[in-house]
């Protein structure tokens, strides 16, 4: 599980493709600080297994169903990535639940300079939209945010300077994908409800 609180902006090393799986290497010198063999990370949103570890680098598998539902496969060496850690049973949620297992993607359609603040709104996948709520919480590339708005097909969130220059969402342009995951609880309580 992760808070969607990046830890910190890392780089794509290499992304090799072997058949319809890939193998991701990445660089982030905090989360590698004390990254062991089968640790998760999650990379953009997508919780990801440690296969190896070297100085500053790690390396994970990415499966078939991740490159289908998410933006990992459009990476090229160089890209930036969000990076955050598995949480500990005894650090503080500071984000939402995020449990790194990504829904799918969405497009940014617009960005709106404010003061101290961007407002971006993306496209929202139709058997997505039940789940996103008006001041409800959505992880985009791992990132917690606070759903701003929502209409028929799109979505809107503000960012504060940090996560613009925190994360990647400084950096993304109007029509850039990236991973979305919507809020779990929203889904059980929609698979309890429909059971009855």
């Known amino acids: 599980m992760f808070t969607g609180i990046i830890e910190e902006k890392g780089e794509v090393v290499a992304l090799e493709r072997a058949g319809d799986a890939a193998r991701l290497t990445v660089r982030g010198a ?12 999650a990379v953009n949103g997508v919780c990801l297994t440690v296969v190896d570890v070297k100085d500053d680098v790690f390396t994970v598998d990415v499966v078939k169903e991740s490159l289908d539902r998410s933006s990992l496969g459009v990476l090229t060496e160089g890209s930036a990535v969000n990076l955050e850690r598995a949480v500990r049973a005894d650090q503080r949620l500071g984000g939402h639940i995020v449990q790194g297992h990504v829904d799918g993607t969405a497009a940014l359609l617009s960005r709106s300079p404010g003061t ?81």
């Open 30 to 41: 905090l989360v590698t600080s004390d990254a062991r063999h089968g640790d998760s990370i």
């Open 116 to 196: 101290n603040w961007d407002d971006l709104r993306f496209s929202l996948p139709e058997p997505l939209s039940r789940y996103v709520a008006e001041k409800g919480s959505i992880a985009i590339d791992g990132i917690s945010l606070t759903v701003t708005t929502v209409d028929d097909g799109s979505f809107g969130v503000s960012l504060i300077p940090a996560t613009l220059r925190l994360t990647t969402m400084g950096e993304r342009q109007v029509g850039d994908l990236v991973n979305i995951e919507v809020d779990v609880i929203a889904k059980y309580v929609e698979r309890l409800v429909v059971r009855q």
